[in-house]
């Protein structure tokens, strides 16, 4: 049974920075695409980055240049660290994986994921 945890979520200010990890046990294949999604209150859930098995990463624009995906495969962690975070970045956000598909379509929404975590809450305040 495929399971994924995320934490790290928390409240900050505006500038400030936070990583978000997600624990992801029972996925035993080689091939796969994990991502990190968000989804504020009013709104849809959106891509924010994903990560296939050959390392590309792709980001959404509104997080390019600030987030980071990373997979620490010895550990089976997902991470994401989110630099110089913004109001509008305040929701929850959940990890997700899947055997393999292209992120750039996961990013976008055109593909989901099968496999979802419960999600971790963030607030940035001004």
């Known amino acids: 049974q495929v399971q994924l945890v995320e934490s790290g979520g928390g409240s900050v200010h505006a500038g400030g920075s936070l990583r978000l990890s997600c624990a992801v046990s029972?996925?035993?294949?080689?091939?796969?695409?994990m991502g990190w999604f968000r989804q504020a209150p009013g709104k849809e859930r959106e891509g924010v980055a994903a990560?296939?098995?050959?390392?590309?990463?792709i980001y959404a624009d509104a997080v390019k240049g600030r987030f980071n995906i990373s997979l620490d495969s010895a550990e089976d962690v997902l991470y994401l660290q989110m630099n110089n975070l913004k109001p509008e970045d305040s929701a929850i956000y959940y990890c997700?994986?899947?055997?393999?598909?292209?992120?750039?379509?996961?990013?976008?929404?055109?593909?989901?994921?099968?496999?979802w975590g419960h999600g971790t809450q963030v607030t940035v305040s001004l």
């Open positions: 029972g996925y035993d294949s080689r091939t796969y695409c």
């Open positions: 997700a994986a899947d055997l393999w598909t292209d992120p750039r379509r996961v990013v976008d929404g055109r593909r989901n994921l099968r496999y």
């Open positions: 990560i296939d098995d050959d390392g590309l990463t």
